[in-house]
């Protein structure tokens, strides 16, 4: 999700996108948790609440975000969007030709990664917020949750050389969260039925 966010952080790689997205399918919970489930109202508003200003994404840009560019999209399940990420909320490194985080903290209210939907008149609109913390830098504590919904647990397999589980970054934990786009997968899955991403004249989602 973070070559052009880091292309002035040392030996930068390009990630694999097809790679990416049938990594992020391997890795989705089976039965994604919703809202009701977890009783968040509450949190979520107060969350909705801090990232508002971001709907408008010249707002998210002047807080120091960055556009991935690419809108990722799986046929069949659905997509993300495209990625805008905050580099210094995520303390971004290289570490091993892999992206690494340095950044521990997870403030609700400061996402480390915003998610936007292409529109056809070329605007693009909020649809998610993500978070994002690197496994090493958050150490032995038992893993990251928002208000009590467990992150997911990303790290790429060995025995599997044609997919990467880890896209592109050290084993690392993050979280989807659907805040602005009804997710029929539930509002903490990784893919969104809801979300498209555009078409190109060969009719391939733009990846």
């Not at 801090?50 to 556009?67: C, P």
């Not at 496994?135 to 599997?160: C, H, I, L, R």
Request: hydrophobic residues 40%; aromatic residues 8%; glycine residues 8%.
């Amino acid at each position: 999700m973070l070559r052009h966010a880091l292309r002035g952080v040392p030996a930068a790689v390009a990630l694999p996108v097809a790679a990416i997205a049938l990594a992020a399918v391997a890795a989705a919970p089976a039965t994604p948790q919703d809202v009701a489930e977890f009783g968040l109202g509450p949190q979520l508003a107060a969350v909705r609440k801090a990232t508002a200003r971001y709907q408008d994404v010249r707002v998210a840009i002047a807080y120091g975000y960055v556009s991935e560019q690419h809108c990722i999209a799986m046929p069949g399940t659905g997509a993300m969007g495209v990625h805008f990420v905050h580099p210094e909320r995520m303390g971004l490194v290289m570490k091993d030709g892999r992206i690494d985080g340095t950044d521990t903290e997870i403030d609700p209210t400061q996402p480390e990664l915003l998610i936007y939907e292409p529109q056809k008149d070329g605007g693009l609109t909020l649809v998610a917020v993500e978070y994002y913390t690197s496994q090493e830098a958050w150490g032995p504590a038992p893993p990251p949750t928002f208000y009590g919904v467990p992150f997911n647990d990303m790290k790429d397999d060995p025995s599997t050389p044609d997919v990467d589980e880890g896209h592109g970054f050290t084993p690392h934990y993050d979280l989807h969260v659907w805040l602005y786009r009804e997710n029929p997968r539930g509002m903490f899955a990784q893919w969104n039925p809801a979300v498209s991403c555009p078409v190109t004249p060969e009719g391939h989602a733009t990846h």
